[in-house]
């Protein structure tokens, strides 16, 4: 049976995040491909997989919190930190790059946030209760889902495809203390070899949450639904049909590190698909994709107390796309095969009112309907040799930015009078993967080579407020293409009670965009510093390293432990913004009978490599204690699983590089699960 609510395993938590690095290269994958026949071809070129919820219900009682957010989920994994402007629609950051060095994709869909201000990141359109894992690729290895350089995250959907299990549904509560967040998740499922039918709905609310020594952080409330559906038709037993649709609604969303909150957030995702096992005789799993969907962003000052100047800013944005993929297995090769292409639009506007209203209203577009064309070739090669693997991959493709807006367009030339409403790049991307076994050494190593082309906002922008910096940002439409020469190599002795990994990633980044101040231009919010100007830097470097481990002391006891450091710098030396300092994580998981417990540690070193120029001071030490206890009650053909733990167990009052304008984190936090899932 599939339930959402007695899933949630821990097996990517216990396996995956904790015992093992941020950047160890795939020896993960190789581990889960172990495990995990099944899927072994698609997950081996995979840094980390996240289980979030998928029928593996024998894992699920392990698991910390079910019924965190997704956000959470994510923030637990190894390879991924979440940048938080609030409670809410957290943003997830790779090898320290955020969304526009990243390719994340749902279920293989391409997705933009409809938000100028990054409020919206498209794993807030989707929650836990859709999604059967999380798919992770560092740097180029992530390029199967997009252009990128950071590397790519997949959100894959949860779906009974034709399992013969029948009827199945499950209902599920949470409640947290800190911040009364209410959880409310049902599901309801049929499937047999023929058909199959998912239906789950979630509902979340929360009022503002209260800091370490019961401070509380105003504006911090949110609340969110999600629905989602999809259904499979067998037409025959070779090719099947299959649809999804999502609908995915925020609204009172307070985002108390920027000046602005959200009442609607709003995101409907559908698509349809054909499979067939084979394709010309020698293709197999082949599988083609159309999706659409639309997102909504409505901010909203109306709550906040002295306002100098009332503002209505909604954003929409609207992608169209297909991608048709398969796999060819020839002796030791595995190849894989994926032609994909998207049409985005986007745009965003700025209405300004003062305050006396025989001034007129200043109108602005912040986004001028920009319009993205964007089709790829990606092929890869999964070479395997004896106690070695080699993996070759490649993407090209055409990519294309066009002003729609004649309004906006003018408005750009203002500062760019020769610019083209249309401007068209080739991005590329290389990669070669290699790993050997030596008795119980694993050694992976990596060379890869790839381009990106710059945001919506980097290229368009027109006075984007970013409240970290103090600075209003303008694109620049002749902005080089980013590009970006890396290495990987890790090194892990596994025995099986016992293992350990030590990894480290370099990144030499060409032309890295980033904001750079143009004191001749003035700034149009009130209070801003300055205006930055989005530029190409000469040259970036970022290095990342890690050394992690797991240790099994019994049966029912494990260990695992991980340290990590960064360092990312400019062509001049200066220090680059949100890179981590020196963090760890440890934890001591017990499970033995159904029952299950934890304790961890979470903590970083003093944030010594921080730049002031965009709004960084130094953030201090800091660890942080949970615990959790867990039970799992079988009630004839039914399952009750309980779980309670509790978050910040000393009350800490703390914030981490990653919270913007240092909003500091939840203080201590009770919470309670109850999941009943009937099979
Ligand atoms: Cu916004």
Not at 42 to 67: M, T, Y
Not at 332 to 339: A, D, I, L, N, R
């Amino acid at each position: 049976m599939k339930a959402f609510i007695s899933v949630f395993p821990l097996k990517g938590m216990l396996m995956g995040s904790l015992l093992c690095t941020m950047f160890c290269g795939s020896f993960m994958a190789q581990l889960y491909a172990q495990e995990t026949p099944v899927d072994s071809l698609k997950l081996i070129h995979l840094n980390e997989v996240v289980i979030i919820s998928a029928g593996q219900q024998l894992d699920h009682q392990k698991q910390r919190k079910p019924l965190s957010t997704l956000d959470e989920f994510l923030e637990s994994s190894r390879s991924i930190k979440m940048v938080k402007r609030g409670a809410y629609a957290w943003e997830p950051t790779m090898n320290d790059m955020a969304s526009e060095r990243l390719a994340i994709t749902i279920d293989g869909m391409q997705i933009f946030g409809a938000c100028t201000d990054k409020m919206d990141p498209i794993t807030s359109y989707v929650d836990v209760s859709n999604l059967s894992e999380a798919e992770i690729g560092s740097g180029q290895q992530g390029a199967a889902y997009g252009n990128t350089i950071g590397g790519g995250i997949n959100l894959k959907l949860d779906k009974s495809n034709f399992k013969p299990t029948g009827w199945t549904g499950a209902l599920e509560s949470a409640f947290e203390t800190n911040n009364a967040m209410r959880v409310f998740g049902g599901e309801l499922n049929y499937s047999d070899e023929k058909f199959y039918f998912n239906l789950d709905g979630i509902y979340r609310k929360a009022d503002n949450y209260k800091a370490g020594g019961d401070e509380e952080v105003n504006f911090s409330q949110f609340e969110k639904y999600n629905f989602s559906m999809n259904s499979g038709y067998k037409l025959a037993e070779d090719k099947s049909i299959s649809a999804t649709l999502i609908y995915d609604e925020a609204n009172d969303v307070g985002y108390p590190a920027l000046t602005m909150d959200v009442s609607l957030a709003r995101a409907v995702i559908g698509s349809v698909s054909f499979n067939k096992d084979t394709l010309f005789g020698n293709f197999s799993n082949w599988e083609s994709k159309v999706y659409f969907n639309t997102i909504k962003h409505v901010m909203d000052d109306t709550k906040r107390p002295n306002v100098p100047i009332h503002m209505d800013m909604p954003g929409w944005s609207e992608t169209a796309g297909f991608y048709t993929q398969a796999n060819l297995n020839k002796e030791k090769h595995h190849f894989f095969f994926k032609w994909d292409g998207f049409y985005n639009k986007s745009y965003a506007e700025m209405t300004m009112y003062p305050t006396n209203s025989n001034e007129p209203l200043m109108f602005m577009l912040t986004w001028p309907d920009v319009r993205t064309k964007d089709v790829g070739f990606y092929a890869e090669d999964h070479l395997s040799l004896e106690k070695a693997s080699l993996k070759l991959s490649a993407r090209l493709a055409y990519h294309s930015n066009t002003v729609a807006d004649d309004f906006g367009l003018n408005s750009l030339k203002i500062f760019y009078p020769e610019m083209d409403k249309t401007n068209t790049r080739f991005l590329k991307s290389f990669s070669a993967q290699y790993h050997q076994m030596l008795n119980n050494f694993h050694i992976h190593g990596g060379l890869s080579y790839g381009e990106r082309a710059p945001s919506v906002s980097e290229g368009y922008g027109f006075y984007l407020f970013n409240s970290f910096d103090n600075h209003d940002y303008i694109g620049d439409p002749d902005l080089n293409t980013e590009s970006s020469a890396d290495a990987n190599l890790s090194v892990t002795y596994k025995k099986p009670i016992f293992e350990i990994t030590a990894g480290a990633n370099y990144f030499h980044v060409f032309n890295y965009i980033i904001g750079v101040v143009d004191p001749t231009l003035s700034t149009m919010t009130i209070g801003a510093q300055g205006v930055k100007i989005y530029t190409n830097l000469d040259y970036a470097q970022l290095f990342n390293a890690s050394l992690s481990g797991r240790y099994s002391i019994s049966n029912a006891f494990k260990l695992t432990g991980s340290v990590s450091y960064h360092r990312g710098v400019d062509d001049t030396g200066e220090n680059l913004p949100l890179i981590s300092p020196l963090s760890y994580r440890s934890a001591l998981d017990f499970y033995k009978n159904q029952f299950s417990a934890s304790l961890s540690i979470d903590g970083a070193g003093e944030q010594t490599n921080f730049n002031p120029d965009y709004g960084e001071n130094k953030s201090a030490a800091y660890a942080t204690l949970s615990a959790s206890f867990g039970k799992r009650f079988f009630l004839k053909e039914n399952d009750l699983f309980l779980k309670a733990g509790v978050e910040n167990i000393l009350d800490t009052n703390y914030s981490t590089y990653t919270d913007w304008n240092n909003i500091p984190r939840m203080g201590r936090n009770f919470y309670f699960t109850v999941s009943y899932s009937i099979n």
